[in-house]
């Protein structure tokens, strides 16, 4: 069985500052491994996505994530967030060869102008 | 444009009553998948289905029915079994022969009067 820990329930953040949100996950085989964001009332989309190769991944918006076997963890980051990326962010796992996903609780961040 | 739609966006259910939430895609995915979403719980997956005229329960199915009889629609049914039914259902779907990016609806918020 596969699993999501974001242990970051909600994270407060100035407006300009970096920040990270952490993201650990469980599996005994090769996963793949996502980033959701959710706006209040709404779906959820596709931040990014980490499926093989290399193993830091970014988005078109600024966040990036890096993919640490090791450690089994796919932290978010962003050098520098604006008002705008005030939202709910998922991660996620999923193992090779299988339709179903796992979420993370989520973590909420709230930039604070 | 293509995409996921969900109605109604909000549905209010009386004690005893089934309701029915609406799930239609023209993505043309295979696979199709109902969450439910609860403050601080993340996304529990209810049913998925894979191809049409099948589906497999998820982790939290009691309570609650689905039928895939066109690729294009995939309604989640909750029953009067459901005790706590008072959730943000969030429908997705999958692109073919892959398990990458899930693309989700805008979500039903369902209320118990």
């Known amino acids: 069985a596969q699993s999501v820990t974001q242990l970051d329930s909600q994270v407060p953040v100035f407006e300009e500052a970096p920040v990270e949100l952490r993201c650990n996950y469980s599996?005994?085989?090769?996963?793949?491994l996502f980033w959701y964001v959710q706006y209040p009332n709404q779906g959820l989309q596709l931040l990014l996505k980490?499926?093989?190769?290399?193993?830091l991944v970014e988005s078109i918006n600024g966040f990036e994530a890096e993919f640490n076997k090791s450690q089994t963890s796919f932290h978010l980051r962003k050098p520098s967030v604006h008002i705008s990326d005030t939202a709910e962010y998922f991660c996620?796992?999923?193992?090779?060869?299988?339709?179903?996903?796992?979420f993370g609780t989520g973590t909420k961040l709230q930039v604070i102008p | 444009d293509g995409g996921i739609t969900q109605s109604p966006k909000y549905l209010f259910r009386k004690e005893g009553q089934n309701v029915t939430l609406s799930c239609e895609q023209n993505l043309n995915h295979d696979a199709m998948y109902w969450y439910r979403q609860d403050p601080g719980q993340g996304l529990r997956l209810i049913y998925y289905?894979?191809?049409?005229?099948?589906?497999q329960k998820g982790d939290i199915a009691e309570g609650y029915s689905v039928s895939r009889e066109k690729k294009e629609s995939f309604p989640l049914t909750v029953t009067s079994a459901q005790k706590n039914p008072t959730a943000f259902y969030l429908c997705?779907?999958?692109?073919?022969?892959?398990?990458?990016?899930?693309?989700f609806g805008p979500g039903t918020r369902l209320l118990v009067l």
């Open positions: 980490y499926l093989s190769g290399s193993t």
């Open positions: 599996s005994s085989v090769s996963v793949y």
């Open positions: 996620a796992v999923s193992r090779r060869g299988y339709q179903k996903v796992t």
């Open positions: 289905s894979q191809i049409v005229n099948d589906f």
């Open positions: 997705a779907s999958t692109p073919p022969g892959t398990q990458e990016t899930q693309y």
